[in-house]
């Protein structure tokens, strides 16, 4: 399916955190988008825009009035490389033209080779499936040559009962088809009905693993440096200790000692620039999607209580101390994004050096261009692109090729190669 409206979510029934009311200037604000004041019209309803709850206005940066977006010259190609696969979740290349990948609500893993699906043994009983969580980001160890080591982020229904959210790490025999769990690196990533589960996955070029995860859609977990909810976290891949840089490395609570930044709803997507700097993408409300360039022990702003109130701002300015403005936003209303990647390699002329960025209702991709300094400049969405449905994940091959995948549900998803034009 390929809505094309806006479907309102049912409000969240999750937990309150009590906290004094808003700044002045916060509550003015709210009061000019009223509906009749100023002649401003009334803003859509402060519920969440997630998967399968956005159209794009893909004009938005660090404000609204930026570069708007380029749909002219042909950019790319596409090819059909699988169909009928449902709901896959997140894609990666284990070398000899294979390619691993997840699939969430049926809690599977595949390789695909030669134009053939071949699922995996994996003891997916263990993975809890509600909602926007089940089986979501994967990431192959560097090493996987050598170590035939990977890791998965899932929900996870505990021994003593409730859910959570886990990174796993597993190793895939030789021959791929079974895998083997080695260890748990991160449980108690906060879950309630499932909705905002996050969950992305990137291993680092100092070898650290980068997650981002979900809220769970309760109030309390993003401004909480003791809860692994509405956070990146960055520790190391094989024994889950913190990273030693971390900003609260040395912190009493040990949930702490992992976060590398927080105020985050649900980190959709996260990666590294090849100069090195860190990036997210993230779900906004019903708007304000945001890009966020990572500084670690920045607060990005995300504070909805008390209650879940949809209506505060991606970045609220209202809170104590600084909170860092996104790079790129959606603006009103949202588009949705998903998993991204930027894009290496000359044959991708003016899409070289962008940021892929794959959209779920909005059924389409952007490149996103942000200069050196990490400020946004244009967007192109190339019209070849916008005939597949829902876009979930896009990553790049060794070869230097994109692959993308499209989140239609009903047995109606594809794998899709995209190759410059």
Not at 121 to 127: A, E
Not at 200 to 207: E, K
Not at 302 to 308: A, F, I, M, R
């Amino acid at each position: 399916m390929t809505p094309t409206t806006s479907r309102p979510l049912r409000p969240s029934s999750a937990t309150t955190s009590r906290r004094p009311p808003r700044r002045l200037g916060t509550a003015v604000a709210a009061l000019l988008l009223a509906p009749g004041l100023l002649g401003a019209p009334a803003p859509a309803p402060a519920l969440a825009a997630e998967d399968g709850d956005v159209t794009a206005r893909s004009t938005g940066g660090s404000t609204t009035d930026s570069a708007p977006a380029v749909r002219r010259a042909r950019l790319v190609d596409v090819r059909v490389m699988k169909a009928g696969l449902d709901v896959p979740w997140d894609v990666r290349s284990i070398g000899h033209r294979t390619l691993l990948f997840t699939q969430r609500d049926s809690a599977t893993l595949h390789t695909f080779h030669a134009g053939r699906v071949r699922k995996v043994r994996f003891p997916s009983g263990r993975v809890w499936v509600s909602g926007e969580t089940g089986l979501m980001g994967l990431e192959v160890d560097p090493r996987f040559a050598r170590n035939r080591r990977f890791y998965t982020c899932q929900g996870h229904t505990r021994s003593g009962g409730g859910h959570e959210v886990r990174v796993v790490a597993w190793t895939l025999s030789k021959d791929d088809r079974r895998a083997r769990q080695r260890d748990v690196l991160v449980s108690g990533i906060p879950a309630t009905s499932g909705r905002h589960g996050g969950c992305r996955l990137t291993v680092l070029a100092s070898g650290a693993l980068l997650v981002g995860t979900g809220d769970a859609a309760t109030s309390s977990n993003p401004q909480d440096k003791t809860s692994l909810g509405g956070k990146t976290l960055r520790l190391n891949r094989f024994t889950g200790r913190p990273w030693p840089s971390n900003p609260w490395r040395h912190a009493a609570n040990r949930k702490k000692r992992l976060v590398f930044t927080y105020g985050h709803r649900n980190v959709q997507g996260v990666m590294q620039r090849r100069d090195g700097t860190l990036w997210s993408i993230e779900h906004g409300t019903y708007r304000d999607d945001e890009v966020n360039l990572l500084r670690a022990g920045g607060n990005y702003g995300w504070d909805p209580g008390p209650g879940y109130d949809e209506s505060a701002p991606m970045t609220d300015h209202s809170l104590p101390g600084r909170q860092r403005s996104a790079r790129w936003r959606s603006g009103n209303p949202t588009v949705a994004p998903s998993g991204g990647t930027f894009v290496q390699g000359k044959e991708w002329g003016p899409l070289a050096g962008t940021m892929a960025m794959a959209v779920l209702k909005d059924s389409e991709m952007f490149f996103l261009r942000f200069d050196a300094d990490g400020r946004f400049v244009r967007s192109r969405r190339p019209a070849q692109l916008t005939h597949y449905g829902r876009l979930r994940t896009v990553v790049q091959l060794p070869g230097g090729d994109l692959v993308a995948l499209t989140s239609n549900g009903d047995g109606n998803d594809k794998l899709l190669r995209i190759t410059p034009a």
